[in-house]
């Protein structure tokens, strides 16, 4: 259990990454994914990257720039613009049905306007889940130079698509429904100068 602990990526660029394990038993047609970092890169990094043998970003979620995230599934992605933010953690879910092709993003709580994205898609399930790196194949391949440094904590993923209020209740740290990847019961390997500390502040 991880609750009020936080992964701190020390060094940048980094080797570093923390690898997490789900047990999948059929392929995704609606996901959730929620994390919350703290950061003062300015430099492309990656937070989450779920890679299958057939497609390195099945499911990736990166920061090119301080007002940009994208939100990859299948190997496509959209682009959410976000304000440059002022030194604090952030909140983001992405969220993504394949029946409609619709992706979320919410920051910090608050939705911004749904995107379309990889319609009648269906995610992989053998999976590397990475977490501080991008994969460029299969459980590896990383550009230190999209590598995180800084805080990480909160991270969950759903096979749903999670309500509007679930959204919001995993931005306030509230009771959440069980989850393929849930910070209070992660499964996970630290690989390379990773630590696990106590959250400064809630």
């Not at 996901?31 to 497609?55: G, V």
């Not at 269906?122 to 590598?147: H, K, M, P, R, W």
Request: aromatic letters at 14%; charged letters at 25%; hydrophobic letters at 40%.
């Amino acid at each position: 259990d991880l609750y009020r602990k936080v992964f701190v990526f020390r060094k940048d660029p980094s080797d570093a990454f923390v690898l997490l394990g789900a047990r999948l038993e059929q392929p995704l047609h609606n996901l959730t994914l929620c994390l919350r970092s703290y950061t003062d890169l300015l430099r492309p990094h990656s937070l989450f990257s779920y890679a299958t043998k057939a497609q390195d970003n099945e499911i990736l979620l990166f920061k090119p720039k301080p007002t940009e995230y994208r939100f990859y599934v299948g190997g496509k992605f959209v682009t959410f613009r976000v304000p440059e933010g002022r030194g604090d953690w952030e909140h983001v879910c992405a969220g993504w049905e394949s029946a409609t092709g619709v992706a979320e993003f919410w920051l910090n709580g608050k939705p911004w306007p749904r995107k379309g994205l990889q319609k009648g898609y269906a995610v992989g399930v053998e999976a590397a889940i990475v977490l501080g790196q991008e994969q460029d194949t299969y459980g590896g391949g990383f550009d230190f130079y999209n590598s995180f440094s800084g805080e990480l904590t909160d991270v969950y993923l759903w096979d749903s698509a999670l309500s509007p209020d679930k959204m919001r209740a995993a931005y306030l740290s509230l009771r959440l429904p069980p989850a393929l990847l849930a910070w209070r019961s992660l499964s996970y390997q630290v690989k390379g100068d990773v630590v696990v500390k106590t959250r400064l502040r809630e």
